[in-house]
């Protein structure tokens, strides 16, 4: 069963957050644009002072580095995901969670943190 909040506070190992999928496109040298996915051994976890990103291999970031988080709904061809930029890396995840009570408990969390949401974001995490 999908989790509809994180523990607060969280466990010092981290919060895992159940994902399926991760994005991240980037700027190679600063102009050349990159990309990259998984599907299969993606992670999120979510620590006191940062959170932790597993694509190709496991990025840490603090929350500050977050400069937007951003919701795009359910659509026919995909699932509900979550756009976290970070700052200064011109860098940008797209994370798929595993289902919709997980993505608004994402964007709950953030709320919380006190990280800039777009209004979509912002309506989703109050949502329900």
């Given at each position: 069963m999908a989790p509809t909040s994180f523990p607060n506070p969280l466990p010092t190992g981290g919060f895992p957050v159940p994902i399926d999928r991760i994005d991240s496109a980037f700027r190679l040298l600063g102009f050349l644009p990159g990309y990259s996915h998984n599907d299969l051994t993606c992670r999120l976890v979510l620590h006191e002072t940062h959170w932790e990103i597993k694509i190709l291999t496991t990025q840490q970031h603090s929350y500050p580095a977050i400069k937007q988080v951003d919701f795009k709904p359910e659509s026919f061809?995909?699932?509900?995901?979550?756009?976290?930029?970070?700052q200064p890396d011109h860098l940008e995840y797209t994370i798929k969670p595993s289902s919709g009570a997980v993505a608004r408990a994402l964007l709950r969390f953030?709320?919380?943190r006190g990280l800039p949401l777009t209004p979509a974001a912002r309506q989703q995490a109050l949502a329900g």
């Open positions: 061809w995909s699932g509900a995901r979550v756009l976290l930029s970070v953030c709320l919380e």
